[in-house]
């Protein structure tokens, strides 16, 4: 990113502090949430204008940051698809987000997600992946070229998986080095109905 990485540490302990989220630098814990929740990643709150660098073991919300490091990026800082904030998942180097969730074995579940890129640096095409449940499901790029912090280009992706247990964990992964890495926002998961239909 265009600040330097001590002003971004500082960034992330004074976020934290005036958040009072002390427990973010916790190891996480395999606690599952009971729906899918904060898929636009807008707590805490980072400084607006700015970001707050986040690594391993770390929490965003219900998120954590499985490897690496990303950055959580503040209101005005550049466009979100929805709401104020969004996830760089590279902060100085590859990162990836993950959050485990109550499903029903057997059931269908449909992920959406908007996709951009960090215009900042290069490379200029992005890559990452979609995880559930450490397994790949969906490679992804976007290409940065020509686009600007306020006009980052959004497109949705969409994913399909059947869940195999009462829990899984949805992740999304940069498979892209340095501090300029795909962008995601406004992540939403939703379950098909169960066929109520006779034969």
């Known amino acids: 990113m265009a600040l330097s990485r001590s ?37 805490p709150t980072a400084p607006a204008n700015s970001f707050s660098t986040l690594t391993a073991g770390q929490s965003i919300g219900p998120w954590k940051v499985a490897s690496g490091t990303v950055d959580l990026i503040g209101a005005g800082f550049w466009q979100a698809a929805e709401g104020d904030q969004s996830v760089d998942l590279n902060g100085g180097q590859a990162g990836a987000v993950a959050q485990t969730f109550t499903t029903i074995p057997g059931r269908t579940y449909t992920v959406t997600y908007a996709l951009a890129a960090n215009p900042a640096g290069g490379p200029a095409l992005k890559t990452g992946k979609v995880l559930v449940d450490g397994q ?58 169960p066929c109520s239909c006779s034969k």
Request: aromatic share 12%.
């Open 136 to 193: 790949n499901f969906q490679d992804f790029s976007f290409d940065s070229t020509g686009k600007t912090f306020t006009a980052l280009g959004y497109v949705q992706r969409q994913v399909t998986f059947v869940a195999t247990a009462s829990a899984t964990t949805l992740g999304f992964a940069s498979t892209v080095p340095g501090a300029y890495g795909p962008v995601i926002d406004d992540v939403r998961v939703t379950a098909a109905s």
């Open 7 to 43: 002003l971004a540490v500082a960034a992330v302990a004074a976020a934290l502090l005036a958040t009072g989220a002390q427990t973010a630098m916790a190891a996480p814990s395999a606690a599952t949430v009971s729906r899918f929740d904060d898929g636009s990643f807008e707590y």
